[in-house]
């Protein structure tokens, strides 16, 4: 069955400081894999897309790393500001042979609070 | 416009009537997908689009969830007899072909009393 876990569930941190999300996943057969970041009210939006063979990719503040043996990814943020509070979901695209496009696995999402 | 829009944003029904949520795509999008979130959840697949038709409606819960698209462009997620287990956020998220990126809306909030 194809699932994607995320941990932690949630996290406080303080402003300035850094921290990492952590996804695992199960898709096969895995086309890519996304962090979307989720404030209150809103829809997702793309901060990282990785496919199979890239290990890291960086957006600004935010560092997502991939390992496609293992089937796990992180999502790093440096130096934390108050409006990286949000809900932060790990997404991986399945590819199903035949169709039009991938099928979107989502996580359950960490849900990020940073303190000032 | 620039990005996905739905409406209305919030909607506060009674349980066993019926709704209709709309869905704007981004102009030039072919592909148009549906998704609920329930809270402290990700979002769950319902229904995807391709064009016109229903490519794959496999999420849909019931026969009480039906969406439309007549025309490739502007969808419709419809609901008969809600009830209230139904309440949550509905997403609308369109596809850009050239890299395959969906791109969401802001939700639209039901709550069935």
């Known amino acids: 069955k194809n699932q994607v876990e995320q941990s932690p569930q949630s996290l406080i941190i303080l402003e300035g400081k850094n921290c990492t999300l952590q996804?695992?996943?199960?898709?096969?057969?895995?086309?890519?894999l996304r962090w979307y970041k989720q404030d209150t009210g809103r829809g997702p939006v793309s901060l990282t897309i990785?496919?199979?063979?890239?290990n890291t990719k960086s957006n600004g503040r935010y560092t997502a790393t991939l390992d496609a043996d293992t089937k796990q990814s992180s999502l790093h943020i440096t130096a934390s500001q108050l409006s990286d509070s949000a809900s932060y979901i790990c997404?991986?695209?399945?590819?199903?042979?035949?169709?039009?496009?991938?099928?979107?696995?989502f996580g359950a999402g960490t849900i990020l609070r940073v303190k000032s | 416009g620039a990005g996905v829009s739905q409406t209305p944003s919030n909607k506060v029904t009674e349980k066993g009537k019926y709704v209709e949520l709309r869905c704007d795509p981004i102009?030039?999008?072919?592909?148009l997908y549906w998704y609920r979130q329930s809270l402290g959840q990700g979002p769950e697949f319902l229904i995807y689009?391709?064009?016109?038709?229903?490519?794959?409606d496999s999420g849909l819960p019931n026969d009480r969830f039906f969406a439309v698209r007549p025309e490739g462009s502007v969808s419709t997620l419809k609901i008969q007899r809600t009830e209230r287990g139904d309440s949550a956020v509905y997403l609308c998220a369109s596809r850009r072909l050239a890299d395959n990126e969906q791109f969401f809306g802001p939700g639209t909030r039901l709550t069935v009393l």
């Open positions: 102009s030039g999008h072919t592909a």
């Open positions: 990785m496919t199979f063979s890239e």
């Open positions: 689009f391709q064009g016109t038709g229903a490519a794959d």
């Open positions: 996804c695992n996943y199960t898709v096969s057969p895995f086309s890519n």
């Open positions: 997404v991986v695209s399945a590819i199903i042979l035949g169709e039009y496009g991938n099928k979107l696995v």
